[in-house]
């Protein structure tokens, strides 16, 4: 009988992150063919779908997932990770608010870049690279500011379709409640898996290792939409 050990645990850890930050390449916020036909198609107030859409949006959003996996890796304390994400919540709530109902337009391949960023500036803060060169940055002030660019990525893309101005807002703020929930789901399962792995030596151990990979991720995400503004 083959008994699981937390480093096995740990290496296929580090191979679903890996995936994950392959799959990047696909666009973490593209909108499936059938849900933008679906988003086109509503003339009016449509709470329930947008929740759906909203939710599923960040469960499979291995971009938002990739920073916020950053952000909460070190953080023991429940009351500290409601703080962090509630900074990213309040970031990504504005910019996807004012992006869609302002009208307010970006590059979408260069917020792509920057999420990117994002997640590589947070697993380099893990890895303990920014005490190697003497500077500490207010990690509070940053996750707030990446919610921002992560809200607006989501908002370049519903900004290329043609939406219906009837029920816009009710639709939008749905939309957007159904990314906080699919948020707190998909943080849920991440805490259970992080805080088991904390119980074992091997945490920190791999945790440096896990970071690369997540910075990692982070770069091919950069490399991807970076190729795809040059191209453009």
Known sequence: MTVRTPSTMVAALLIVAAVAA??????????????????????GPAVGPFLYLGAKHMVTGYDHLMFLVGVIFFLYRLKDVVRYVSLFTIGHSITLLAG???????????????????VVYKAFENMGGFDRLGFRPDTRVAVMVFGLFHGFGLATKLQEFTV????????????????????????????LGISYWRRHRSFLRHSFAANTVLMA????LVGYQMTGYLRG
Not at 22 to 43: E, K, T, W
């Open 22 to 43: 392959l799959s990047v390449g696909v666009d973490a916020h593209g909108v499936s063919h059938r849900d933008a036909l679906f988003v086109q198609s509503i003339d």
């Open 164 to 191: 219906s101005p009837n029920g816009l807002i009710t639709n939008i703020v749905s939309f957007n409640i159904g990314v906080e929930i699919g948020q707190v789901l998909a943080l849920t399962a991440v805490l």
């Open 217 to 220: 991720g982070g770069f091919v």
């Open 100 to 118: 869609v109902l302002g009208g307010i337009h970006a590059n979408a391949y260069i917020i792509d870049a920057i999420i990117g960023v994002s």
